[in-house]
C-alpha cells in the first residue's frame, strides 16, 4: 500500500478510547488465505463497500468484500454518528455554475434521499442503532451568521418541501440547547445514530445476502486480468470480473493507481463524556437530544446521546503522528470547556480521530472509471459519509447491476481530478485551515 499519511493513523492507536467500540462484541471475519473467484470484489468493508455488497448479493451476483482491518474500522465505525444532509462543500451557486440548475437540484435531493435511505434500511433490517434526533440544528456563532440563516429558510422548503424551524436566542435555552450560541436552524431531516451498530448490522445483512466478506485482509497489489482484476493479499487472491474501490480516507495511492492524488484524507476528532445526570445537563441548559454542529468553517459537531452521554466532536490537527493526535486531545477539550463551561469538571474518558475525505470537485463521486470499465469507485463525501456513502455504494451496485432506481446526477458521476502536489498535497491545508480559521473569527 502507498499511504500518504503517518503510519500511526492507519493503525489501531487512534482508536484506543473510541466509546463505540464498548458498544458492541462479535466475532471477526475471517482472513482470505486461499485464491478464489467473484463475479464482482469490493475493497473496504465500510458503510459504501457494505450497501454495494447487500444490493449485488441481493441480485444474485457472486460478491467478495475485502477489509484490511475488520468491517467499520475504518471511518464507518468511528464517525459522530450524524445521518443528515451533507456530502458536497460547493455552495448551491457553484454547483449551479458547474453543473446547470437542474443538475444541481438533482443533487441537493439526493442528499435527502441519501439520508432516506439509511431510515429505509435501518427499517428494513429491523435493527436497533440507538436512534434519536429529529433532524439537525445548526447554530449560529457569530450574529451575522443567523441573519444567514433567516434567509435560507424560504430557499430549504421550496427545496426539500419541509419546514424549517427558525430558533432566536431565547427560543434555543426554550429548547434545552443553551449556550453561547445566536440563534439557530433546525432541518427537519436525519438523526443521530451509532454508527458502529449500524455498520455492523450492514456487515450481517451483506453476509446473509450472500456475500462473503474477509477481514484482515489488506489488498496489497491490484492486478489487470483479461477479464476483469486480479487482488492480492498476503495469503490469497480474489479474481473478479469488476471490481469496486469503497476506501474514502482510507484509500491507498495505488489500490487501484487511478485513485493517485484524487483525495484528501483530514482528521476529525471526537470525545464523549461519562453518563450526564440531570442536575448537570440542566445546569448547562443542554437537554436536549438534537443532534448539532455550528456555522464556523472549522465547526464543531455534538450531540446528547440516549444513555446521557454527550458526544463532542471537531476537525483535528493537519499532521497524522502520535503526538498531534495526544495534542489534538487537549485542544478538543479546550473547545468543549469553552463551549459548555458548566461541563469543565465532567470527564471525557472517551477519545479518538479518524479521516474524512475531499477531494477537488468537492463533490461526492460514485460511478464507473473512465476508461476502466470494470471498475468502479465510490468515495469523497466531506464528513458526511453515513448518509452519502450508503447511497453511492448502493447507486453504484445499481449501476454495475444495469438498473436506475436511485438519482444519479453529473454532480456524482464526474471523476475527480488529481490535486497538485502528489504525496505533498495535504501541504495545501495548511494556508486553507489558516484561511477557515481567519473567516471564522
Avoid at 16 to 45: H, M, N, R, Y
Avoid at 141 to 168: A, C, M, N, W
Avoid at 189 to 199: D, E, Q, R, S, T
Wanted: charged content about 20%; hydrophobic content about 40%; proline content about 6%.
Amino acid at each position: 500500500m502507498d499511504r500518504i499519511c503517518d503510519p500511526f493513523a492507519y493503525g489501531d492507536g487512534p482508536l484506543d478510547t473510541c466509546f463505540w467500540s464498548e458498544t458492541v462484541s462479535g466475532e471477526p471475519s475471517p482472513v482470505l488465505d486461499q485464491d478464489i473467484k467473484a463475479d464482482i470484489a469490493i475493497i473496504g468493508a465500510g458503510f459504501t463497500g457494505l450497501s454495494a455488497a447487500i444490493r449485488l448479493a441481493e441480485a444474485g451476483r457472486k460478491v467478495v468484500v475485502l477489509e484490511a482491518k475488520q468491517p467499520g474500522w475504518g471511518a464507518s465505525g468511528r464517525n459522530g454518528g450524524f445521518c443528515c444532509l451533507g456530502g458536497s462543500k460547493l455552495p448551491d451557486a457553484a454547483l449551479k455554475r458547474k453543473f446547470g440548475a437542474s443538475e444541481a437540484h438533482e443533487y441537493r435531493l439526493v442528499e435527502r434521499d441519501a439520508v432516506n435511505l439509511v431510515d429505509k434500511m435501518i427499517t428494513s433490517l429491523g435493527i436497533d442503532v440507538d436512534r434519536h434526533s429529529d433532524g439537525e440544528t445548526i447554530l449560529a456563532h457569530r450574529p451575522k451568521d443567523f441573519t444567514e440563516l433567516e434567509g435560507e429558510v424560504s430557499q430549504l422548503s421550496q427545496l426539500y418541501g419541509v419546514e424549517p424551524i427558525l430558533h432566536s436566542q431565547p427560543d434555543l435555552a426554550h429548547e434545552g440547547m443553551a449556550g453561547g450560541f445566536h440563534g439557530g436552524l433546525t432541518i427537519p431531516i436525519g438523526f443521530a445514530l451509532n454508527p458502529k451498530k449500524y455498520v455492523l448490522a450492514l456487515t450481517d445483512a451483506a453476509q446473509k445476502a450472500g456475500a462473503t466478506i474477509f477481514g484482515d485482509s489488506a489488498v496489497t497489489k491490484v492486478r489487470s486480468a483479461p477479464t476483469g482484476y486480479v487482488l492480492d493479499t498476503d495469503a490469497g487472491s480474489v479474481q473478479c470480473q469488476k471490481l469496486i474501490i469503497a476506501t474514502n480516507g482510507y484509500s491507498s495511492e495505488d489500490l487501484p493507481d487511478w485513485m493517485g492524488g484524487r483525495f484528501i484524507p483530514a482528521q476529525s476528532s471526537v470525545l464523549v463524556t461519562r453518563p450526564l445526570s440531570l442536575e448537570e445537563r440542566e445546569s448547562q441548559g443542554w437537554t436536549s437530544y438534537q443532534m448539532a454542529y455550528d456555522t464556523r468553517n472549522l465547526l464543531h459537531y455534538f450531540r446528547l446521546m440516549p444513555d446521557g452521554r454527550f458526544l463532542f466532536g471537531m476537525r483535528g490537527g493537519l499532521a497524522t503522528s502520535e503526538p498531534v493526535h495526544h495534542r489534538i486531545r487537549r485542544e478538543i477539550r479546550r473547545d468543549f470547556e469553552q463551549m459548555f463551561p458548566a461541563w469543565a469538571h465532567v470527564d471525557t474518558p472517551h477519545y479518538w480521530s479518524g479521516f474524512v475525505c475531499f477531494n477537488l470537485n468537492l463533490t461526492p463521486f460514485a460511478g464507473r472509471v473512465p476508461e476502466h470499465p470494470d471498475l468502479y469507485a465510490a468515495f469523497a463525501y466531506h464528513g458526511n459519509g453515513v448518509a452519502m456513502g450508503s447511497y453511492c455504494g448502493t447507486v453504484v451496485a445499481d449501476q454495475i447491476l444495469g438498473r436506475e432506481t436511485l438519482r444519479h446526477p453529473q454532480a456524482l458521476q464526474t471523476p475527480p481530478k488529481r490535486f497538485p502536489g502528489g504525496h505533498w498535497r495535504r501541504a495545501g491545508m495548511w494556508p486553507a485551515y489558516l484561511g477557515y480559521k481567519l473567516m471564522d473569527l
